[in-house]
């Protein structure tokens, strides 16, 4: 019980700047009040918190060596948790889909050098996930070596991480699991953005002043309104690629709701010629030597009509 008290004290005290003003007030009005009080707990001002998390996160990590080393291990952990989703999927699109929504999630909140330094990672990191093709063991084993190198890099620089400001010094807070389970959680979304933070520092004497300027400006006003509207794009993101090729291994043939669940399935497009083997050990049904592929098939139409270039007028005439 005093771990979820804990746990809703800290969610009040993140919080405390929304909830109004309570005291000296009717009885009549005290329903509303509590209300108000209740609706305001779930207001959450992103772009003061995370400013007031990067300014914790850099104190502990002012050491040059420390923040290069992040830059080597944050990728490794998170190429590992990647290559498992991309293990499920058998496919890389459901990784791009996922940057991009966390990208769209960042607008408002990261300035411009932040943002832009957290994009080039989430690049090279779902390539790398995407060129290794890591199996479920080789998956955890990134995650874990990511995970202790970053504690071993803390513990040769000499800096406390920031995980031991809310861990009770340690790596986990029993006493307080459901608060350090939430620090935890968000500590690991921002940890990118988060990274970059803490090496902008060490830009600057390489950059002009004028370029400096511009990196840690906010965002556009335009690009921060995309963020508005992530309700809409979000989805689409998803959709778009997990529709963007119809002879391609589209890895968004799990989501059993989508249109092209069947589609990629009856047609058997997840099964190239060489993979039928390596799928069919796996006790596959739909992988079993008999099942052939029909992907050259669909190359070969996709060649033709794209060789002939048939017109507007011709397309409404085959109609």
């Known amino acids: 019980m005093n771990s979820i008290q804990n746990s809703l004290l800290y969610f009040g005290r993140m919080h ?21 009080a209740a609706s305001s707990t779930f207001k ?26 992040h830059f080597i291990t944050t990728p490794i952990g998170l190429v590992g948790a990647l290559s498992l989703l991309r293990y499920y999927t058998r496919s890389s699109s459901s990784l791009l889909a996922l940057s991009s929504v966390y990208l769209l999630s960042l607008l408002p909140i990261v300035p411009n050098g932040t943002f832009a330094g957290t994009m080039l990672l989430c690049g090279i990191i779902v390539f790398l996930a995407r060129k290794l093709k890591l199996n479920v063991i080789w998956s955890v084993v990134f995650i874990v070596v990511g995970y202790g190198l970053q504690d071993l890099a803390h513990i040769c620089t000499g ?74 794009l979000g989805p689409l993101i998803v959709f778009a690629f997990g529709s963007y090729c119809l002879d391609s291994k589209n890895s968004f043939c799990f989501f059993t709701g989508t249109p092209y669940f069947r589609r990629v399935l009856r047609c058997s497009l997840l099964l190239s010629e060489e993979n039928i083997t390596k799928y069919s050990s796996k006790g596959d049904k739909d992988s079993s030597p008999s099942h052939e592929s029909r992907q050259n098939d669909l190359r070969t139409v996709r060649d033709w009509a794209i060789a002939h270039n048939p017109t507007r007028m011709h397309d409404f005439s085959l109609l």
């Open 44 to 69: 959450f001002d992103a772009p003061k918190y995370y400013e007031k998390m990067s300014g914790d996160f850099g104190r502990y990590h002012e050491n040059p060596w420390n923040v290069l080393i």
């Open 16 to 36: 405390e700047h929304t909830q109004p003003n309570c005291s000296a007030i009717s009885t009549e009005d005290a329903v509303s009040c509590l209300l108000a």
């Open 159 to 232: 800096e406390k991480t920031y995980q031991s400001t809310y861990s009770a010094g340690g790596a986990i807070d029993l006493n307080n699991p459901f608060q350090w389970a939430g620090l935890l959680m968000e500590h690991s979304y921002y940890l990118l953005p988060l990274c970059i933070h803490v090496a902008m520092p060490f830009l600057s004497p390489l950059v002009p002043a004028e370029v400096m300027s511009v990196l840690d400006a906010p965002l556009p006003t335009q690009m921060q309104q995309l963020h508005a509207f992530a309700w809409l």
